[in-house]
Structures are given as structure tokens and as C-alpha cells.
């Protein structure tokens, strides 16, 4: 199932997304026949193919997948801010700002309960730039101001000022 992912995620970053979604489907299958799909692992398949079909702009298969990780018993925070920061993305990718804005702020909520949490993991800068953004788009813009300025303060803070991510948000 590993060397399927391998392969299905090399696939989607040549954007060839329909061979990537058909070796990732193959690691789910072969992973849920031989260890059930109650795991973390099926979850890494999930959020994987949720990403494929977003990148090749099927957004309602996408939504299908993010949403099916959360179904998952047993999930850790993390996994679950992961779910629901993609669920906020691919909301705010269609125009719907309000669902977006909720998946992702649910996402951020998760943020504090996550153990042992990385300074730098994106989430701690992606999720609030994800709000802002859609609030933006949404013309609400002092509530765009107020997460924007969390997310460029969590980026400048978790991965300074001359990162990628810090450059992107400036």
C-alpha cells in the first residue's frame, strides 16, 4: 500500500491526477483489506485523495473524501484540524465563504488541544490565513484584518520572515 502511495502522490504532483487517484485508490483498497479502515493510515489515504481530486477540480469527490476522514473513530486533534482546515479550503475554493469560514475556524479551535504541537507546522499559519482570506472574499473585512494579522504574526513567529510561507503571506 505504501509504494501505491508513493507512486499515486508522484503522479499528482506531475498532475496527472487520474493516474495518481487510481494508485491511491489501490492503497486504500489494499491497506483496508489487509489492516480494516479504522486506522491512521486510511486517514493519510483519505486526506491524499481529497487532495487529488481538489488539484483535478472535482470539489464535490474532494468534499466526499475530507469529509469520510472525519467518519474515522479515533482520530488524534491534529487529524481532525487537518480534516477540517481541507473541508474549509475546498468550501472556500467553491465560493462558499460561510461553510468555509466555519470548517476552518473549527480547524483552528483544534489548534491549542493538539499535544506536543510544532511551531512550525502550517496549520498554525495556514488556518488562520485561510479564514482571513475567505472573509475577504466574503467582504467582511475587519474580520479579514483581525485573522490575517493572527496568520502573518503566527508566520513570522513559527517559520520568520524569510520563509516561503512568510513571503506568500506578505
Known amino acids: 500500500a505504501d509504494i ?24 486504500l483498497k489494499t491497506h483496508s483489506e489487509k ?7 486510511v ?21 466526499d473524501y475530507f469529509e469520510k476522514s472525519l467518519e474515522l473513530r479515533n ?11 481541507n473541508i474549509g479550503k475546498e468550501f472556500n475554493s467553491r465560493g462558499l465563504y460561510d461553510r468555509g469560514i466555519n470548517s476552518s ?30 472573509y475577504l472574499e466574503n467582504g467582511e473585512y475587519r474580520n479579514a484584518l483581525e485573522y490575517l494579522n493572527i496568520a502573518l504574526s503566527a508566520t513570522l ?3 520568520g520572515e524569510n520563509s516561503l510561507e512568510a513571503v506568500n503571506i506578505l
Open 75 to 85: 482520530l488524534s486533534f491534529e487529524e481532525k484540524a487537518i480534516a477540517h482546515y
Open 4 to 27: 501505491y502511495r508513493l507512486i499515486g502522490n508522484n503522479f499528482v504532483e506531475k498532475k496527472d491526477y487520474d493516474s495518481g487517484i487510481e494508485h491511491l485508490e489501490k492503497a
Open 43 to 63: 486517514f493519510k489515504f483519505y486526506n491524499d485523495l481529497g487532495k487529488a481530486y481538489s488539484l483535478k477540480g472535482d470539489s464535490d469527490k474532494a468534499l
Open 157 to 159: 513567529k513559527n517559520v
Open 35 to 41: 489492516f480494516g479502515d479504522q486506522n491512521y493510515e
Open 105 to 134: 475556524k473549527v480547524a483552528y479551535l483544534h489548534l491549542p488541544k493538539i499535544e506536543k504541537l510544532q511551531k512550525n507546522h502550517f496549520l498554525t499559519y495556514s488556518t488562520p490565513r485561510e479564514i482571513g482570506e475567505a
